[in-house]
């Protein structure tokens, strides 16, 4: 069955553009329209952003019909049964976007905070579908705008501050460290306020984006960064990732780096089979994880890598259609 949870039609993307209209009416020379990319991402991401404020009308996401709530969605699921079917979505733009408009519609309309924050979650896959550039800052923009309409929402809730954080991070690193100093002071602000309220949530994450926020900025009097901080966040973040959250490994990787050296940072890369993952996130992460694992070694080997200019997180995780990275032996999961 579909689910329409959408407000408002998309009218200003679907009129016709006014240079074809007077090609039309006047019947005289036709303007000469520009073609239209056959690319998804370039298609659709204008009428994307100009409807953003009211979250309009796209292709609603085709639910079982037996399942007819928006609970199959929830990324906090077992990996067994719905994992392999979700997991495709994750990786098309289009499609991980549609899953976030749709819950976070639902959220608007119901105030079902669970549905919020599932979209926030959906969110952060969506941008880790894009290219490098304007739009991973679009999105992290976007990212930023729903965070703080749930921070307001619900300002005694740790989600709201949390999210907004990270997709202040996440604009920061699409813009690179150098180009983002003067985002740090929101930033710290409300990783502080996420801190203050829970700093276990989304597995202790919130001592990971302050790790990478101190590993890959510059340090004073530049900015804020410190390799011995950003080592102390990860020690933090250890009892709630090591062996769960893959991430945690990349971020070690390029602070081992910077520590001891580029065979460190392999060594923190190998550890990735240390990780059992025990949810539908979790085991997404890890996918992501080990794909940028394998982007970040090359960008080793060849000499690319720099903390200033590299990030293994701006890879496009679109790379992963059509590949399944399998999970370790030792975890005995079936998807």
Not at 69 to 89: K, V
Not at 101 to 117: A, F, N, V
Not at 317 to 335: T, V, Y
Request: aromatic residues 10%; charged residues 25%; hydrophobic residues 35%.
């Amino acid at each position: 069955m579909h689910l329409s949870v959408y407000p408002e039609p998309l009218a200003r993307a679907t009129k016709t553009p006014p240079a074809c209209r007077r090609a039309r009416d006047t019947r005289t020379t036709p303007v000469k329209m520009k073609r239209r990319s056959t690319q998804p991402l370039q298609r659709r991401t204008l009428a994307k952003l100009a409807t953003l404020a009211g979250l309009g009308a796209l292709t609603p996401v085709r639910l079982d019909a037996n399942q007819p709530s928006l609970d199959e969605l929830d990324p906090r699921q077992q990996i067994a049964g719905n994992y392999h079917r979700l997991r495709n979505r994750f990786q098309v733009p289009d499609d991980v976007f549609q899953v976030a408009l749709t819950l976070w519609g639902r959220y608007k309309r119901d105030g079902i905070k669970r549905y919020g924050e599932w979209a926030l979650i959906y969110l952060l896959f969506w941008w880790q579908t894009l290219p490098p550039g304007k739009p991973r800052i679009q999105a992290a923009q976007i990212g930023q705008k729903l965070s703080k309409i749930y921070e307001n929402n619900h300002p005694h809730e740790v989600v709201g501050p949390y999210w907004l954080a990270t997709f202040f991070g996440s604009e920061g690193i699409s813009r690179g460290p150098l180009n983002s100093i003067n985002m740090i002071p929101t930033l710290s602000a409300k990783l502080d306020r996420a801190s203050e309220i829970d700093s276990s949530y989304y597995y202790g994450s919130v001592h990971m984006v302050r790790a990478k926020m101190y590993i890959k900025l510059p340090p004073f009097p530049m900015s804020t960064g410190d390799l011995d901080k950003g080592l102390a966040e990860l020690e933090k973040a250890r009892q709630y990732q090591q062996g769960r959250f893959a991430m945690w490994y990349l971020v070690l990787a390029e602070a081992e780096h910077q520590r001891a050296g580029e065979t460190a940072a392999r060594d923190a890369l190998a550890r990735l089979s240390e990780v059992c993952p025990d949810n539908l996130v979790t085991a997404f992460v890890y996918e992501v994880s080990m794909f940028m694992a394998e982007k970040l070694a090359k960008a080793l080997d060849d000499g690319r890598y720099n903390k200033y200019t590299y990030d293994p997180l701006l890879e496009s995780i679109e790379e992963l259609r059509g590949r399944e990275i399998p999970f370790p032996g030792q975890c005995g999961i079936r998807k």
